[in-house]
């Protein structure tokens, strides 16, 4: 399972194979027993479960207009960001995919 520590500290997990760490902004690829999933899992904020196939294949992440001039940030149905001024969305649209994924891992990390 790819992880990818979104935090500005390093981090560990614990997996089949002993405990892990995972430098900041770094995606690895983890392979949980049962109760290691269950203690990441409970790191959001912390640690993006997942995030690095979402960067891997270069998503599709776009700024839409959500009403009441404010743009959500999606890829696909899920919205990642929400709140963004029409200035902020076309900036953010103009970025490169690799600059739309570090932006929205940096911006969950804020809380």
Request: hydrophobic share 35%.
């Amino acid at each position: 399972m790819k992880v990818t520590n979104i935090s500005k500290a390093l981090q560990g997990v614990n997996t089949k194979s002993g405990r892990a760490f995972i430098r900041p902004g770094e995606t690895r690829e983890i392979e949980f027993d049962e109760a290691g999933l269950k203690q990441a899992r409970r790191l959001k904020g912390i640690l993006d479960i997942g995030a690095g196939e979402v960067k891997k294949n270069q998503s599709g992440f776009k700024a839409e207009h959500h009403g009441g001039g404010r743009f959500n940030v999606t890829d696909g149905e899920t919205v990642h960001l929400s709140g963004l001024s029409k200035a902020d969305a076309d900036a953010f649209n103009q970025m490169s995919p690799e600059d739309k994924a570090a932006y929205v891992a940096a911006e969950k990390a804020k809380g």
